[in-house]
């Protein structure tokens, strides 16, 4: 079974600085997908980015990046220029490459962006 | 856009009623998921479902059950309704691994359950 653990409940920064959010997993699948969801309070949740694992080059999207670390099974999230809108809850999520068995999901962090 | 839809947002039970959940997506997706999201435990997987009449229990089926009898919907069922069982319920779904986007996993708003 594939476990994924975030270790930072909460995080608080201020508006415009860059924000780490970190997750690591473990599995013994050679193949497989990462992902990053945020939840704002609408509790909608939205696909921020997403990596796969045989990739070396990390995603990125926009202000969003992912750093992987294949190896020691490491995908944190960083976010650049942070803005009020990314007050949310993220979570970190994986998937075998197998595909339909759905994601598992770490507890989440909840980050606050301060004006 | 794909379009995951909960019929209900909001519900209130009764303990020991039988609770129905709809979900239903407009993008041919093979894949449907249910998940319960609960403070501190993140997403636990349910059931899900790879086909028409298939389920698969997730992590955490007990005093659950699933219904897909057409490709756009999955229902979870709650038999008997315990308090426990208060949560916020969330829908998913997902292509076949085959197509350019697999494994990503399209999510509804949540339906939000109180049993008292």
């Known amino acids: 079974a594939q476990t994924v653990t975030q270790s930072q409940p909460e995080m608080s920064v201020q508006e415009a600085e860059t924000v780490t959010l970190s997750c690591t997993y473990d599995?013994?699948?050679?193949?497989?997908?990462l992902f990053w969801y945020k939840q704002p309070p609408s509790r909608q949740m939205i696909l921020v980015i997403r990596?796969?694992?045989?990739?070396?080059q990390n995603a990125t999207e926009n202000r969003f990046s992912v750093n992987f670390q294949k190896a020691a099974k490491s995908f944190s999230l960083k976010i650049s220029d942070s803005q009020l809108g990314d007050t949310a809850m993220y979570f970190c999520?994986?998937?075998?490459?197998?595909?339909?068995?759905?994601?598992?999901f770490g507890k989440g962090t909840h980050l606050i962006i301060q004006p | 856009d794909v379009k995951v839809t909960q019929s209900s947002r909001y519900l209130v039970k009764r303990t020991g009623e039988k609770v129905f959940l709809e979900c239903v997506q407009d993008?041919?997706?093979?894949?449907m998921f249910w998940y319960r999201q609960d403070p501190g435990l993140g997403l636990r997987l349910i059931y899900f479902?790879?086909?028409?009449?298939?389920?698969e229990k997730g992590d955490i089926p007990e005093g659950y059950s699933v219904s897909r009898e057409k490709k756009e919907r999955f229902s979870l069922i709650l038999e008997s309704a315990s308090t426990n069982q208060t949560s916020m319920y969330l829908c998913?779904?997902?292509?076949?691994?085959?197509?350019?986007?697999?494994?990503?996993?399209?999510f509804g708003e949540g339906s939000w359950l109180t049993v008292v």
């Open positions: 990596q796969e694992a045989y990739k070396q």
């Open positions: 998913a779904s997902s292509l076949d691994l085959t197509a350019s986007s697999g494994n990503t996993i399209y």
């Open positions: 999520a994986f998937s075998p490459g197998g595909g339909a068995d759905g994601l598992t």
């Open positions: 993008m041919d997706h093979e894949n």
């Open positions: 479902s790879y086909d028409v009449k298939m389920k």
């Open positions: 599995t013994s699948e050679n193949n497989y997908y």
